[in-house]
């Protein structure tokens, strides 16, 4: 689903300031974007990769940090996405599905045990 959405707008070409140099160069730019979440490292990723290593991960991280790259190829895949007839019964952006939970003191009138790592926390 990667390479078609990137094949639809070009961000990965955002993402490295230029175009991939080859298929490898390719898979660990979208490799590098799995890190940037929470709980993740180059060298996990790495490991889940067949022929990709942790300095191609890294350095595709590094082209990732650079200048608004990561705002102008996020803007780019929003704009395709919004083309998408289904994208005007999603409303106007503002709400999410996905959750997240914050740790929190047990004491806190609204925690709760979060389901993952057992401790207290407060969902949004």
């Known amino acids: 689903m990667i390479v078609e959405m990137d094949a639809c707008t070009g ?24 890190p940037m979440g929470p709980k993740t490292t180059p060298r996990g990723i790495a490991a889940m990769i067949p022929g990709i290593e ?3 991960i890294s350095a595709a991280m590094r082209s990732l ?6 705002r102008k190829a996020n803007e ?8 998408n007839p289904i994208a005007e019964l999603w409303g106007s952006g503002d709400k999410a599905s996905a959750g997240q939970w914050l740790d929190a003191s047990r ?13 207290f926390a407060v969902g949004l």
Do not use: W
């Not at 990965?12 to 799995?34: D, F, H, M, T």
């Not at 940090?65 to 990561?70: G, Q, V």
């Open 11 to 34: 961000f990965s070409e955002i993402l490295l300031g230029r175009r991939a140099k080859n298929s490898q160069e390719l898979v660990a730019c979208y490799a590098a974007l799995r």
């Open 54 to 56: 942790v300095a191609h």
């Open 65 to 70: 940090e650079a200048r608004d790259r990561l």
């Open 76 to 83: 780019r895949v929003v704009e395709f996405q919004r083309k």
């Open 107 to 119: 004491h806190l009138y609204n925690a709760r045990v979060d389901p993952r790592r057992r401790t």
